[in-house]
């Protein structure tokens, strides 16, 4: 009989830890989504900026000078520089034709195609640095993303209000479920509890065993959701190389901390508030 009760407790325990690892599994893919979702925003912002043409009659050391503004200016992500050589070669090897050739003249002029910061790349920003360049000698055009990065900029910011709004949704459903899970392992054994204050425990001493308790199954879950989120991690990285970019070990690490907090986080308020519920009722309130 005695082991027919343990077994059913233990039971119990397992459905509940296994409960809340899929909860804090759930959390967890939520979580990288989001943090993947701001990972490509950046890497989006920072290929976008601006292109400085500059002037036919722009000498080498102005060409150098143009450079060491890119270089120390805080604004500027990676900047790469077209000579009119270099514009007509990429021209031949992508169109097919040597412009030079057929127009007896190089048509292109000196070019930088500046990538700014993501903090940058709205229009506004862009704009506010545009605007002193184009005023500045042997500038001749400018030509700024800014329709692009407006666009990107009202995408992305869709998404993460999306992604916001999910994981608040889901944190309350997730306390509730976490909250339901214990509250029923907690339930089996309100008889024990009644039992402890009629031999006069301390309402401390008799919530200590079921906080350390689901404190453990705590843990114990967020393991269980951390290698799976790992195994995740490893899966969607063999499908592609590039997505280890996206999802970075930084970004797991992060994510299986995060679990952890919340799982010891949820687990003890449930047990907490739960205990609570069976140290104030009487015995014909526990049927």
Known sequence: MKSRKGF?????????????????LLLGMVASLGLAARSITTDIKEHMGFDVVLTEQASLDRVNEFKQLFTDAPYVASF??????????????????????????????PEFEVNVKADYAHPDSLDAIVIPLQQMDDVYQINAH???????????????????????????????????????TIFSRRFMIHTMKLVGASRGFIRRPFLLSNLL?????????????????VYVWSLDGSLR???TEEMLIWVCGGMFVAGIILCFSAALFATQRYLTRSYDDLF
Request: proline share 3%.
């Open 217 to 233: 199954q705590a843990i114990i879950a967020a393991i269980i959701s951390s290698v799976l989120i790992a195994v995740m991690y």
């Open 80 to 109: 790469r520089y077209f000579s009119p050589e270099q514009a007509n070669e990429t021209w031949r090897e992508e169109m097919g034709e040597n412009l030079t050739e057929m127009l007896d003249v190089n048509p292109f002029l």
């Open 8 to 24: 059913s407790s233990l039971s119990v325990q397992a459905t509940a830890t296994i409960s809340v690892a899929l909860v804090l």
């Open 245 to 247: 970019s996206v999802l």
């Open 146 to 184: 800014s329709e692009v990065a407006e666009q990107v900029n009202r995408n992305m910011s869709t998404l993460m209000w999306v992604l916001s709004i999910a994981a608040l949704a889901l944190l309350p459903i997730s306390f509730v479920l976490i909250n339901n899970t214990i509250r029923l």
